[in-house]
């Protein structure tokens, strides 16, 4: 694999960042100078990241009960005795509602003394017990999902339409609750991450309503406000894309330019072609601009084969006019939109014409035109989702 994506990879794995900021000893648990007892803890797992996450605890746990829910293909083994849960993403499946009720019913009942929520990206998808209808909340999260909204405006109505989500699985609790969380969301508000099962909601309903009625979908009977106050819930920030540019940063003449990139992806791809276009530049070569984050795809129409980094690729091959320069867009789940690769990798040198490039972004293909040219990133399910990095390297 090339050395940069093997890099941004290794640095996005959540197990490096728990041996950093968590101890687990002598039946305590300590995350950044915080300490919680226990005698037989209840590990929940959810996300992109759940298998690696709570194989980190399990090894060193012996009296627990444990609940992993994962991603269909992810092949990485949950290293010790856990009830587990292969649901969807992006959008849940029967499997995933199975998820939402057994977390409930854990919480509810089983014997516990202390619950160790690990939570990273895709967990809105995979794990839910949903207020309206099954069939009806799943188209719902097609249509918000394509729309070009933001994660944050996304899960704003998803806390709201939902019994797992928004703080609800915390005020289910029968004991204190420490969620630690690898972030795939700009800006880290952690309560957006997952939808936040336990972390309290400063969301509201009438934020979800105009969301909901702003795009015409009319479920506002079955939005439920969220808990605003949760007394037995600490939450840690585990990892996140900020970390990852952090340490990249190491790299020839590195500038982190943002770790929170949003809009329309490719916007991104336009604006990062404008800069090495731009002679003006205050740094010289060699340099490299970092950045993470999750640009939109707004999709009208129909769709095939491609992704945010796809898109953001394309458009800076559309404008870019210097030669030397290398952009990549990764992913970190290894996933990106609805392809089976992570993303791109793409060179000022590339002769591809600007009437295929445009086609291919009108039609949100842009897979079928990176194979082509033999630029796809294809890493497979990762087992972490700190979000996608962009490296844009002029030597």
Same mark, same amino acid.
């Given at each position: 694999?090339?050395?940069?994506?093997?890099?941004?990879?290794?640095?996005s794995?959540?197990?490096?960042?728990?041996?950093?900021?968590?101890?687990?000893?002598?039946?305590?648990?300590?995350?950044?100078?915080?300490?919680?007892?226990?005698?037989?803890p209840?590990v929940?797992?959810?996300?992109?990241?759940?298998?690696?996450?709570?194989?980190?605890?399990?090894?060193?746990?012996?009296?627990?009960?444990?609940?992993v829910?994962?991603?269909?293909?992810?092949?990485?083994?949950?290293?010790?005795?856990?009830?587990?849960?292969?649901?969807?993403?992006?959008?849940?499946?029967?499997e995933?509602?199975?998820?939402?009720?057994?977390?409930?019913?854990a919480?509810m009942?089983?014997?516990?003394?202390?619950?160790?929520? %690990?939570?990273?990206?895709?967990?809105?998808?995979?794990?839910?017990?949903?207020?309206?209808?099954?069939?009806?909340?799943?188209?719902?999260?097609?249509?918000?999902?394509?729309?070009?909204?933001?994660?944050?405006?996304?899960?704003?109505?998803?806390?709201?339409?939902?019994?797992?989500?928004?703080?609800?699985?915390?005020?289910?609790?029968?004991?204190?609750?420490?969620?630690?969380?690898v972030?795939?969301?700009?800006?880290?508000? %952690?309560?957006?991450?997952g939808?936040?099962?336990?972390?309290?909601?400063?969301?509201?309903?009438?934020?979800?309503?105009?969301?909901?009625?702003?795009?015409?979908?009319?479920?506002?009977?079955? %939005?439920?406000?969220?808990?605003?106050?949760l007394?037995?819930?600490?939450?840690?920030?585990?990892?996140?894309?900020?970390?990852?540019?952090k340490?990249?940063?190491?790299?020839?003449?590195?500038v982190i330019?943002?770790s929170?990139?949003?809009?329309?992806?490719?916007s991104?791809?336009?604006?990062?072609?404008?800069?090495?276009n731009?002679?003006?530049?205050?740094?010289r070569?060699?340099?490299?601009?970092?950045?993470?984050?999750?640009?939109?795809?707004?999709?009208?129409?129909?769709?095939?084969?491609?992704?945010r980094?796809g898109?953001?690729?394309?458009?800076?091959?559309?404008?870019?006019?210097?030669?030397?320069?290398?952009?990549?867009?990764?992913?970190?789940?290894?996933?990106?939109?609805?392809?089976?690769?992570?993303?791109?990798?793409?060179?000022g040198?590339?002769?591809?014409?600007?009437?295929?490039i445009?086609?291919?972004?009108?039609?949100?293909?842009?897979?079928?035109? %990176?194979?082509?040219?033999?630029?796809?990133?294809?890493?497979?399910?990762?087992?972490?989702?700190?979000?996608?990095?962009?490296?844009l390297?002029?030597?």
């Open positions: 694999m090339d050395q940069v994506i093997d890099r941004i990879l290794r640095l794995d959540p197990r490096q960042a728990l041996e950093r900021k968590v101890q687990v000893r002598n039946n305590e648990l300590v995350v950044e100078g915080s300490r919680f007892q226990f005698s037989k209840l929940i797992s959810v996300g992109k990241a759940s298998v690696k996450m709570a194989n980190f605890f399990l090894e060193k746990l012996s009296n627990y009960e444990a609940i829910v994962k991603p269909k293909g992810d092949n990485l083994t949950v290293e010790g005795h856990a009830q587990i849960i292969h649901s969807s993403h992006p959008y849940p499946d029967d995933s509602f199975r998820a939402g009720k057994l977390v409930r019913e919480l009942t089983w014997d516990y003394d202390l619950v160790i929520f %690990l939570l990273s990206g895709g967990a809105s998808s995979l794990m839910e017990d949903p207020i309206p209808p099954a069939q009806l909340y799943v188209e719902t999260m097609k249509k918000l999902v394509t729309s070009g909204l933001g994660i944050d405006e996304i899960n704003t109505v998803r806390k709201h339409l939902s019994r797992v989500k928004g703080g609800r699985l915390a005020s289910l609790a029968r004991s204190q609750v420490v969620t630690l969380v972030s795939d969301v700009p800006g880290n508000d %952690l309560s957006v991450v939808s936040g099962p336990t972390i309290q909601d400063p969301s509201t309903v009438d934020e979800a309503r105009q969301i909901l009625e702003q795009l015409n979908l009319d479920l506002v009977q079955y %939005l439920e406000e969220t808990p605003k106050q007394s037995n819930s600490w939450v840690f920030l585990i990892q996140s894309v900020s970390d990852v540019l340490d990249l940063t190491d790299m020839p003449g590195a330019l943002s929170e990139v949003r809009g329309e992806a490719r991104l791809g336009s604006l990062l072609a404008s800069i090495v731009t002679r003006e530049l205050s740094f070569r060699p340099f490299t601009i970092l950045l993470g984050g999750e640009p939109e795809v707004t999709v009208r129409g129909p769709a095939g084969k491609g992704g980094n898109e953001v690729c394309l458009s800076f091959l559309e404008w870019v006019k210097v030669t030397n320069v290398t952009l990549y867009a990764v992913a970190t789940d290894g996933i990106d939109g609805n392809s089976e690769y992570a993303g791109c990798v793409v060179s040198g590339m002769d591809v014409p600007k009437r295929e445009r086609k291919a972004l009108e039609t949100h293909s842009s897979y079928e035109l %990176l194979e082509r040219i033999g630029a796809v990133i294809k890493t497979g399910p990762t087992g972490t989702n700190v979000n996608n990095v962009y490296v390297i002029a030597p």
